[in-house]
């Protein structure tokens, strides 16, 4: 049995919800790939051997390497994001179609 168009209606809303939220979650990693780029540390902040072990080196991978990650995990949840917001608009078309159709049969 084929849904009701308030059964429609409610999951393309769920789909548009869940979209915006994928996309909220791809904005806090985002602001957290910027943190994370910012974070500095001085020869100053580190021990004194630190450079001598190789640190400021090991800690500037690790920064770029955090940042990396971090924004594909924005790109990846704006993807997710956009597949549902598409999903949704199929949805909300292939309803129109019906009913348009419907409509012409009556």
Request: proline share 3%; no cysteine.
């Given at each position: 049995?084929a ?11 769920a ?5 915006s939220?994928?996309?909220?979650i ?5 602001a957290?790939a910027n943190a ?5 540390l001085?020869m100053f902040?580190l ?17 770029q ?5 971090l924004?594909e995990g924005?790109?990846a ?6 597949a549902?917001n598409?999903a949704a608009n ?6 129109r179609n019906?009913?348009?159709?419907m409509?012409?049969v009556?």
């Amino acid at each position: 049995m084929a849904p009701t168009p308030e059964e429609v209606a409610v999951a393309i809303e769920a789909l548009r919800a869940d979209a915006s939220l994928m996309r909220s979650i791809g904005g806090e990693l985002a602001a957290a790939a910027n943190a994370a780029s910012n974070q500095v540390l001085s020869m100053f902040e580190l021990a004194g051997l630190s450079d001598y072990v190789g640190l400021p080196a090991t800690y500037a991978e690790l920064q770029q390497q955090m940042v990396m990650l971090l924004k594909e995990g924005e790109r990846a949840f704006d993807s997710i994001a956009d597949a549902l917001n598409t999903a949704a608009n199929a949805y909300e078309d292939d309803e129109r179609n019906v009913v348009r159709r419907m409509n012409a049969v009556n």
